[in-house]
Nanobody, 124 residues
Framework: QVQLVESGGGLLQAGGSLRLSCVAS????????MGWFRQAPGKEREFVAV????????NYADSVKGRFAISRDNANNTLYLQMNSLKPEDTALYYC?????????????????WGQGTQVTVSS
């Protein structure tokens, strides 16, 4: 079983930047793709970004493409999400997750382990 701990969330104004981190333990981190999802109040959890196990391949939701960047440090079992030009609609609880597969996919069902989330709040 893998444990995931997210950090880096906060409260900031629109146009600002944040970097989220997710530290994984208890499993071979580099064997699996990793992803970020988010859930806003009253809404379903939605895909944000995913990265392959090697870090070569990434995929993003259209709503964050060009503003967010996912990356990973396999040597330190850490996943990142750099978020720039933040908007109020980015406000949500952000989760990192470990895929069941080494390749990228955007379906939540493809991810077997989840963190507890870190809150990002963007004011207008």
């Amino acid at each position: 079983q893998v444990q995931l701990v997210e950090s880096g969330g906060g409260l900031l104004q629109a146009g600002g930047s944040l970097r989220l981190s997710c530290v994984a333990s208890g499993r071979t981190f580099s064997n699996y793709a990793m992803g970020w999802f988010r859930q806003a109040p009253g809404k379903e959890r939605e895909f944000v970004a995913v990265i392959s196990r090697s870090g070569v391949t990434t995929n993003y939701a259209d709503s964050v493409k060009g503003r967010f960047a996912i990356s990973r440090d396999n040597a330190n079992n850490t996943l990142y999400l750099q978020m720039n030009s933040l908007k109020p609609e980015d406000t949500a609880l952000y989760y990192c997750a470990v895929s069941r597969f080494p390749y990228v996919s955007s379906g939540a069902v493809d991810f077997g382990s989840w963190g507890q989330g870190t809150q990002v709040t963007v004011s207008s």
